[in-house]
T-cell receptor, first 115, second 112 residues
């Protein structure tokens, strides 16, 4: 597609439950990025993929968070045993990474609320 | 350790005038800088970028200036329009990682 698609738009989980978020990048884009926006304007990088391979996972919490990008499937971000502090908007972005271009295009986000 | 700083949380300008949004960075390894605009309940929208080897890039009403020696960049919007009212984020990226490092944003309000 021409836009990054994210589902669901909203997700509510009780503390300790699992949450799974999905992202379909723009067709032809080979890089996918996940960001977490916790406080009102603070973006935190989580993980990136080059096709189905992890490219940079330096922002991923060591426990409870995992992500995948498999061929012919939306990418996913999974949080096991959610905690209150996981409440945030999770954005996915994709890029083509043509030589000299770093533009990432963002999806509308998934708002996760942990109660 | 905040690598990208936007020191003005908000800015208010009159329609038709110039808006200038500022951004400072500390990481001299950044090789691209980008500006994004964000409306509430939407994802950030790419506006304009600049390579670290340039000092200016222009696209319509938007111009980004980069001063590498001062580690400072600015976004100029001329003329400002009410539809430009949004939160503007500055971001830097470094080859090899490609992740965006964002500032905390500046909320621009353009008054009719």
């Amino acid at each position: 597609g021409e836009e990054v698609a994210q589902t669901p738009k909203h997700l509510v989980r009780g503390e300790g439950q699992k949450a799974k978020l999905y992202c379909a990048p723009i067709k032809g884009h080979s890089y996918v990025f996940w960001y977490q926006q916790v406080l009102k304007n603070e973006f935190k990088f989580l993980i990136s993929f080059q096709n189905e391979n992890v490219f940079d996972e330096t922002g991923m919490p060591k426990e409870r968070f995992s992500a995948k990008c498999l061929p012919n499937s939306p990418c996913s971000l999974e949080i096991q045993a959610t905690k209150l502090e996981d409440s945030a908007v999770y954005f996915c972005a994709s890029s083509q990474r043509d030589r000299g271009s770093d533009t990432q295009y963002f999806g509308p986000g998934t708002r996760l609320t942990v109660l | 350790d905040q690598q990208v700083k936007q020191n003005s949380p908000s800015l208010s300008v009159q329609e038709g005038r110039i808006s200038i949004l500022n951004c400072d960075y500390t990481n001299s390894m950044f090789d691209y800088f980008l500006w994004y605009k964000k409306y509430p309940a939407e994802g950030p929208t790419f506006l304009i970028s600049i390579s670290s080897i340039k000092d200016k890039n222009e696209d319509g009403r938007f111009t980004v200036f980069l001063n590498k020696s001062a580690k400072h960049l600015s976004l100029h919007i001329v003329p400002s329009q009410p539809g430009d009212s949004a939160v503007y984020f500055c971001a830097g990226t470094q080859g090899g990682s490609e992740k965006l490092v964002f500032g905390k944003g500046t909320k621009l309000t353009v008054n009719p």
